[in-house]
């Protein structure tokens, strides 16, 4: 497992029995350049140097790995770390990314940026680096998803961006994704596309993985520094999975370290109401393997193959599709995968608020629930990371409806 760990993705990008590049023949020669791009920018120091300048100048790394004594003590189980994600420029994990990919345009000579938004956190991350490099930037939301995230929408034209409204199909994510992708296929000399998690045609699963997987290389020293010893147990919320990912891949190699990734439950098991595309075992109908956005993966689909509708209360994790490599650790048994509901995440949230004096973001309130949820089952010496991809600004409106 260590060794395959190191390897995945293969030449063809594939993890496993999943991944690769299912596009149509338009986008084929743009995702080889960019697949060459990323190769020669990978293999420069100089690039990783001005990476690491704006992650730690202007994003706010290295984040804190914060011992959360309150919350370890009411629960009187394991020790839990919290790696402080929320603390971040844009207050979520995203910025890494877009930072990362961000970068690779200006040395790809490019000059815009595409990028597609639902709750619009990468449409804001994406604008916010846009304006950092210089770039011109368009965001394609749905105008359903405009209606909802009006604050979001203010804040990427306040940092420059284009914000274009679409209003086809259901007038959400997947119809912003088809109109991102026809104005990539057309601009494509000028146009780089930033997606935003560990999904799509190859080379982006990966690309999107190592540009968070700073995220676990940190953990990993500030465990050391503080414990001595390697974490028990890591536990992140999987919506496209960039930030679970991020959290352990610098853990794979290491067998004794257990994963746990948390989808979203929202409001039962039956296909239409929830998010879990891993979680079978928990009783999660209508996932099967099959092709979503250019990579096969585990979709959830009807009985004819139709896309499902899904549902949860965090926009971040509301996606029929997860990244490859995520339904390849699964399948290997490498990480497991759960999912808790609704309810459970914005009870987790009022958690971690009161103890903690932290208003998680409630995706990451969904890896928080979890965890109370398994922690009287733990040993009191156990040492566990739990993942805080973000923070809870944007999530007020929710929060005050249940509260
Ligand atoms: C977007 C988002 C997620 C889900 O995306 P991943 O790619 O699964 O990490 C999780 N948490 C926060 C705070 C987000 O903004």
Redesign the pocket.
């Known amino acids: 497992m260590s060794a395959i760990a190191q390897m995945v993705p293969d030449a063809r990008g594939r993890y496993g029995r999943f991944g690769g590049r299912y596009v149509p023949e338009t986008l084929v020669a743009p995702l080889e350049d960019l697949e060459r791009a990323y190769a020669a920018a990978r293999a420069d120091s100089s690039f990783q140097a001005e990476l690491d300048s704006l992650l730690h100048h202007f994003a706010g790394r290295p984040t804190p790995l914060q011992f959360a004594e309150r919350l370890t003590a009411h629960l009187g189980g394991p020790r839990i770390y919290i790696k402080r994600?929320?603390l971040l420029h844009t207050?979520?994990?995203?910025i890494n990314n877009a930072l990362g990919q961000g970068l690779l345009v200006t040395r790809m000579g490019k000059k815009r940026i595409i990028a597609e938004t639902g709750?619009g956190?990468?449409g804001v991350a994406t604008a916010t680096v846009a304006a950092k490099l210089g770039l011109t930037c368009t965001v394609y939301m749905g105008t359903e998803d405009m209606e909802r995230q009006r604050l979001n929408v203010f804040r990427m034209r306040l940092l420059g961006a284009e914000v274009v409204g679409v209003d086809s199909g259901s007038r959400t994510l997947k119809d912003a994704i088809n109109e991102a992708m026809r104005d990539w296929v057309t601009n494509v000399e000028s146009s780089h596309y930033l997606l935003?998690?560990?999904?799509g045609a190859h080379p982006y699963p990966q690309i999107?993985r190592d540009f968070?997987k700073v995220i676990g290389e940190e953990a990993r020293k500030q465990i050391m520094r503080a414990e001595g010893r390697l974490p028990d147990r890591l536990i992140?919320?999987?919506?496209?999975?960039?930030?679970?990912i991020?959290l352990f891949h610098a853990f794979l190699p290491d067998a004794s370290v257990k994963m746990i990734g948390v989808e979203a439950g929202g409001r039962g098991t039956t296909l239409g109401e929830h998010a879990a595309r891993l979680a079978a075992s928990s009783g999660f109908t209508g996932a099967q393997p099959g092709v979503l956005q250019g990579t096969y993966t585990y979709v959830l689909q009807t009985s004819d193959g139709q896309i499902a509708t899904t549902h949860s209360v965090?926009?971040?994790?509301d996606y029929p599709g997860v990244?490859p490599e995520h339904a390849w650790l699964a399948d290997e048994g490498r990480a497991e995968y759960c999912a808790v509901s609704d309810s459970e995440a914005v009870e987790a949230a009022r958690t971690l608020a009161r103890l903690e004096g932290i208003i998680p973001?409630l995706?990451?309130a969904h890896a928080l629930a979890e965890l109370i949820r398994r922690a009287s089952r733990m040993k009191k010496d156990e040492l566990v990371i739990l993942n805080l991809?973000?923070?809870g600004d944007k999530d007020m409106d929710i929060f005050s409806r249940y509260v």
């Open positions: 994600e929320d207050g979520a994990h995203k709750a956190q990468h935003g998690s560990v999904l999107v968070q992140a919320c999987v919506g496209g999975g960039s930030n679970a991020g965090s926009a971040g994790l990244g973001a995706e990451s991809s973000g923070r």
